[in-house]
């Protein structure tokens, strides 16, 4: 009988404990702000917005921009932060000093301006090899000028020392023919 008032007794201890608040779940807190170019003072979509707790630099809460390059973070602990504001082809921004708590619940960004990050790239060499054999579906193609065996020799080396593996299948059966002029 002691075992069957034990159950339910437990069950409602370990509801009770999960349901006390801890200090990781969220709040009523909000960040807001606005994110433009520096240059143009135009909106900048999609940057990425990252709240960071003081204490030990964990995300806290992230977001993208939208169109007009507004973010709002909702439902923010309460706590010290900082944030972080980072765009491709952009200097990341940081805006420190960012504080919440049950007296102060809305803490405004104002506009973040973010500066174009310009990197001048230096001379770029492009090269392309190709196949010494390549197989098309009625024609073999073979590329004399990749074959390393044939460098520095003539059309006539050339034509003499071709090697190729010609693979058939039929039915069950499968057998390599090689091929060599010599």
Known sequence: ????????????????????PGKNQTGDGVFSGRVVDLESNEAI???VVRLFSVKDSTVIAGIYTDEE???????LPYGNFYALFTF???KPERVD???????????????IKLKL???QLGEVKASANLDVLKAGIDKK???????????GGTANDVLRTPKCFVRREWKDIT???ACRFN
């Open 45 to 47: 979509e999609f940057v």
């Open 97 to 111: 000093d960012i504080k919440l708590s049950s007296t102060l619940k809305v803490a405004n960004a104002g506009t």
């Open 117 to 119: 990050e310009v990197q």
């Open 69 to 75: 390059g507004k973010f709002i973070l909702e439902n």
């Open 175 to 177: 057998r390599c023919v």
């Open 141 to 151: 193609i073979y590329n004399v000028g990749e074959d390393l065996s044939v460098r």
């Open 1 to 20: 009988m002691r075992q069957i008032l034990l159950i339910p007794v437990l069950l409602f201890c370990s509801l009770w404990v999960n349901a006390q």
């Open 88 to 90: 491709t082809d952009f």
